[in-house]
């Protein structure tokens, strides 16, 4: 995605890198070390857990397709495009996504990559990727939370149906 002129706290950056050093480093480290079986890759948690990764995948690419679709076009002069007034906030080009997941969830993006983590913890039956998949979890919960409520403040018709991360439930 593109980011212009939209500069990032360091504190942020190495927030965000130094658990992601740690898990690709435990991670690494077990699939490196783990004595699997010979027959592990048919191994029902195996296939189960990269079934469940496939769909995940699947839903986390597909719904930051449909988030960056959205984005308002800017005209020449780089002012925001005029849309659809009933889906927009305005100003700044937010509008409300529709489709897919999106019609029961706010966030579908982390929703599928929370499912994907959850399929890697399956696939590699792993104490890292379980602690990673907890670790995701505690940021995508609070972070879907915060999203959906930004969207019920910023929009008057926001569906009121629609939960934060996980559909029917949360």
Known sequence: MRYRNKHVALGITIGGGLPN????????????????HDNFLYDPRFI???LVYAVGYIINRWADFKLRSL??????DGN???????????????????????????????????????????????????????FSAAT??????????WYRQRFENY??????LIPCIF
């Open 80 to 134: 925001l495009m005029p849309s659809s007034p009933s889906n927009t906030d305005g100003e700044s080009g937010y509008v409300i996504p529709h489709g897919g997941l999106f019609e029961y969830i706010t966030c579908p993006n982390y929703f599928g990559e929370l499912v994907e983590w959850l399929g890697w913890t399956l696939a590699t039956w792993s104490l890292a990727g379980l602690v990673w998949t907890l």
């Open 21 to 36: 050093i740690l898990y690709h480093f435990l991670n690494a480290d077990f699939i490196g070390n783990a004595a699997f």
């Open 140 to 149: 995508f919960v609070p972070r879907s939370r915060h999203n959906h409520e």
């Open 159 to 164: 569906p009121s149906r629609r939960k934060a």
């Open 71 to 76: 984005r308002k076009p800017k005209s020449e």
């Open 48 to 50: 189960v857990g990269v």
